[in-house]
């Protein structure tokens, strides 16, 4: 079987205006360095059902995003998270990728799967869009997961630099899902302290101080890998930010592009024995294009390895 790339036709439609970090160079940047290994395989985002958003986000919600969506020029949702013309089209298809994965998974058309898509989507919580998140994609396929395939467990790791707040925020309640994040701590957006745990101890936060390196990193990783394997997941989806690297200029974190592969390595050995290996990735942060194309890569090599 084989690593399913998953892109959107329209990531390049959501403009976030001029010199704004999360724009359509990053998703180019990934797809770019990834078209170099011919080994992968390509699928687009397809149309899905949208009241599968109505499980993730109120109907509220969901109707005043769909109502900001302007004929022309840009509207704030809140200080740095924008919308263009081009917006509703690109987060339905981010939306639309991580079904599309989860569906090829399933039907056992790929192994696993990234999606390399924008815009992203943690920061979004049930009734709110902050942080460049709109729709909180990963937490869609959660939900997904439990209501289409009715799976009982579902982990979401989410090693993005920034705390998860939006996952959190849905899933905090709902013991079927364990949520996991490393990131940079104290830091944007304010929460995931380690004594947030979930209604049912189903979250764990893993709060790192600005300069953890990459031997404290994976010493923390392994946390993550004890939790996995208390609650043993059925299916594993990644929230993949690639902004803890070094040279990303919105934190404070020092990994490198090799890390990224060693993070990926280390629980998909868990998942090979544990959950039949069903993984999707969808892409976070990242903002230097050189460290984010280097360590999506480093991901993805991991995955086609695990898919072989």
């Known amino acids: 079987?084989?690593?399913?790339?998953?892109?959107?036709?329209?990531?390049?439609?959501?403009?976030?205006?001029?010199?704004?970090?999360?724009?359509?160079?990053?998703?180019?940047?990934?797809?770019?360095?990834?078209?170099?290994?011919?080994?992968?395989?390509?699928?687009?985002?397809?149309?899905?059902?949208?009241?599968?958003?109505?499980?993730?986000?109120?109907?509220?919600?969901?109707?005043?995003?769909?109502?900001?969506f302007p004929k022309n020029g840009l509207i704030f949702l809140d200080g740095d998270t924008i919308v263009s013309p081009g917006s509703k089209d690109a987060t339905a298809d981010a939306v639309g990728s991580i079904i599309t994965?989860?569906?090829?998974?399933?039907?056992?058309?790929?192994?696993?799967?990234?999606?390399?898509?924008?815009?992203?989507?943690?920061?979004?919580?049930?009734?709110?869009?902050?942080?460049?998140?709109?729709?909180?994609?990963?937490?869609?396929?959660?939900?997904?997961?439990?209501?289409?395939?009715?799976?009982?467990?579902?982990?979401?790791?989410?090693?993005?630099?920034?705390?998860?707040?939006?996952?959190?925020?849905?899933?905090?309640?709902?013991?079927?899902?364990?949520?996991?994040?490393?990131?940079?701590?104290?830091?944007?957006?304010?929460?995931?302290?380690?004594?947030?745990?979930?209604?049912?101890?189903?979250?764990?936060?893993?709060?790192?101080?600005a300069g953890t390196d990459s031997i404290q990193y994976m010493d923390a990783y392994e946390h993550v890998l004890k939790k996995l394997k208390s609650f043993k997941p059925e299916f594993i989806l990644f929230s993949a930010g690639f902004d803890a690297h070094k040279d990303d200029p919105l934190a404070q974190l020092q990994l490198t592009s090799n890390d990224f592969y060693e993070i990926t390595k280390r629980t998909l050995d868990y998942a090979k024995n544990h959950c039949e290996g069903k993984v999707v990735s969808i892409l976070e942060g990242g903002y230097d294009l050189n460290a984010l194309a280097d360590s999506a890569a480093q991901h993805v090599k991991a995955l086609l390895e695990f898919a072989k």
């Open 101 to 209: 994965a989860i569906d090829g998974v399933e039907k056992k058309e790929f192994k696993n799967a990234f999606c390399a898509v924008r815009p992203p989507g943690h920061h979004a919580e049930k009734n709110k869009a902050m942080g460049f998140c709109i729709y909180n994609n990963v937490a869609v396929g959660a939900n997904y997961l439990l209501n289409h395939y009715n799976y009982k467990k579902v982990a979401i790791i989410d090693f993005d630099v920034h705390h998860g707040n939006g996952t959190q925020d849905i899933f905090y309640d709902n013991e079927k899902v364990l949520y996991i994040s490393t990131h940079q701590y104290p830091y944007y957006p304010g929460s995931g302290n380690n004594s947030e745990k979930g209604k049912y101890n189903n979250i764990l936060n893993i709060p790192l101080p």
């Open 1 to 68: 079987m084989n690593t399913a790339i998953v892109i959107s036709e329209t990531s390049s439609s959501h403009n976030t205006g001029l010199g704004h970090p999360e724009n359509a160079d990053r998703v180019d940047a990934v797809i770019k360095n990834l078209k170099k290994n011919k080994k992968l395989l390509w699928k687009k985002s397809t149309n899905f059902d949208k009241n599968i958003l109505n499980i993730t986000h109120s109907s509220e919600y969901i109707k005043n995003v769909n109502d900001s």
